[in-house]
Nanobody, 122 residues
Framework: QVQLVESGGGLVQAGGSLRLSCAAS????????MGWFRQAPEKEREFVAA????????SYADSMKGRFTISRDNAKNTVNLQMNSLKPEDTAVYYC???????????????WGQGTQVTVSS
């Protein structure tokens, strides 16, 4: 079965950086677009970033542009999210997700990881 396992979350001060990773198994990785989403307490889950199956196309939520970078390694079945200039409002559980089409989208993700907590202190 498909498994997505996130890692790399933690506590960081405002202005700092974190790198999240997601290891995927049980799927033909390069055929799936991959995305990162987040959910803060008492808020709805929101889109963060996505990358196409080939890695050639990326998409970001407006508030993350210029601060976050999504990348993938199809040889290792991993997708990463480099987060710089973190703000307290970035505090959330971050989820990795897989979409069974290679084209980037903010929707229609079928498989989800368990999430990793990111806490940014002021």
């Amino acid at each position: 079965q498909v498994q997505l396992v996130e890692s790399g979350g933690g506590l960081v001060q405002a202005g700092g950086s974190l790198r999240l990773s997601c290891a995927a198994s049980g799927l033909t990785f390069s055929r799936y677009a991959m995305g990162w989403f987040r959910q803060a307490p008492e808020k709805e889950r929101e889109f963060v970033a996505a990358i196409s199956g080939s890695g050639g196309t990326t998409s970001y939520a407006d508030s993350m542009k210029g601060r976050f970078t999504i990348s993938r390694d199809n040889a290792k079945n991993t997708v990463n999210l480099q987060m710089n200039s973190l703000k307290p409002e970035d505090t959330a559980v971050y989820y990795c997700a897989a979409r069974p089409w290679s084209v980037v989208s903010t929707r229609d993700y079928r498989y989800w990881g368990q999430g990793t907590q990111v806490t940014v202190s002021s």
